[in-house]
């Protein structure tokens, strides 16, 4: 039994939407997670990782693993008592730490690949609130975006106490996305923002009001089929979350390289300190501004088109 998750991308409002500001996020499924489930000849449940080089019986992980905490509430949920026997294999092509959602993406397709491999699906709504608790364990206080937009593989407008809100694309627009290579410490950052806010309650406050009416001007402009007039809004962004101290050099080189290319907007993507970057791209022109970026130190890069 197989199942399989997109990756995310935050397009607005990351750090903000923490304190009940939107973001605005949508799947990326060029790049994905696949789950294979199947009957084990060992007893207890295998799990194999290929990717982050894990091959161990769920028993053996501590108690806070988030591969083993997933799967544990996910039998839980279906009532399944005793555990089967059976093997997991887990691939992905999503980048570890980097702002793709890729813990997020492994929950959701092992949940979804148990739950028909065992026949009791669980519907979109169970799924992500499943996962949302084991995104705790990644990182601490999260958002939710992530196991939002993934469960639901949809655009996502985002506001922590209301509820989900998916919207349509008015028109297609394309976003090139660059890797830093560096791990995107989220829960580092998400602490430092905390701190800061602490300190300065009323300076944060207004750089996250700032941030609250870029992603609603965004949502505005994406459904009414507008999406040239988010490269502005990046920039603006961008700018408020190095005011935070969440950009690093690297994505700054990063974002000056797409723009120099001729994106007509960038800026840093997640959590920052590393991880992602993206750029709004004429369509034309993706494929010479991710070459920009190869130039500029990213590591990888991926076109993606929003539709």
């Known amino acids: 039994m197989k199942a399989s998750a997109p990756g995310k991308i935050i397009l607005f409002g990351e750090h903000a939407v923490v304190y009940n500001r939107p973001a605005l996020a949508v799947p990326v499924n060029q790049v994905q997670v696949e789950v294979e489930v199947s009957d084990s000849s060992q007893p207890g449940i295998w799990i194999h990782a290929p990717v982050i080089d894990l091959h161990a019986e769920l028993s053996t992980l501590p108690s806070d693993h988030p591969i083993g905490s997933v799967i544990l509430r996910g039998f839980q949920l279906c009532g399944i008592s005793p555990l089967p026997d059976i093997s997991l294999t887990i691939n992905s092509t999503i980048p570890v730490a980097s702002g793709l959602g890729s813990g997020a993406a492994v929950s959701v397709a092992?949940?979804?690949?148990?739950?028909?491999?065992?026949?009791?699906?669980?519907?979109?709504?169970?799924?992500?609130?499943?996962?949302?608790?084991?995104?705790?364990?990644?990182?601490?206080?999260?958002?939710?975006?992530?196991?939002?937009?993934?469960?639901?593989?949809m655009p996502v407008f985002y506001l922590k106490s209301k509820p989900i809100e998916t919207f349509k694309v008015g028109k297609p627009f394309?976003?090139?996305?660059?890797?830093?290579?560096?791990?995107?410490?989220?829960?580092?950052?998400?602490?430092?923002?905390?701190?800061?806010?602490?300190?300065?309650?009323?300076?944060?406050?207004?750089?996250?009001n700032e941030i609250a009416q870029i992603s609603t001007m965004a949502r505005h402009f994406i459904e009414s089929g507008r999406p040239e007039l988010l490269g502005e809004l990046m920039d603006h962004n961008h700018q408020f979350l190095q005011q935070m101290t969440v950009s690093s050099p690297e994505l700054d080189a990063l974002v000056l390289a797409a723009r120099k290319a001729g994106a007509l907007g960038a800026k840093l993507s997640g959590g920052g300190r590393g991880g992602n970057m993206i750029?709004?791209?004429?369509?034309?022109?993706?494929?010479?501004?991710?070459?920009?970026?190869?130039?500029?130190?990213?590591?990888?890069?991926?076109i993606t088109q929003i539709q």
């Open 110 to 153: 092992v949940i979804r690949a148990l739950s028909n491999f065992i026949s009791h699906p669980l519907s979109n709504e169970q799924i992500n609130d499943l996962v949302y608790e084991s995104e705790k364990l990644h990182h601490g206080t999260p958002s939710g975006i992530d196991n939002t937009v993934i469960t639901y593989n």
């Open 174 to 208: 394309t976003i090139v996305i660059g890797d830093t290579g560096i791990p995107a410490p989220t829960k580092e950052s998400v602490g430092d923002v905390r701190r800061l806010w602490q300190r300065d309650t009323n300076r944060m406050e207004t750089l996250f």
């Open 279 to 302: 750029a709004l791209v004429d369509q034309e022109s993706a494929e010479s501004v991710a070459e920009a970026l190869e130039s500029a130190g990213a590591k990888r890069t991926i």
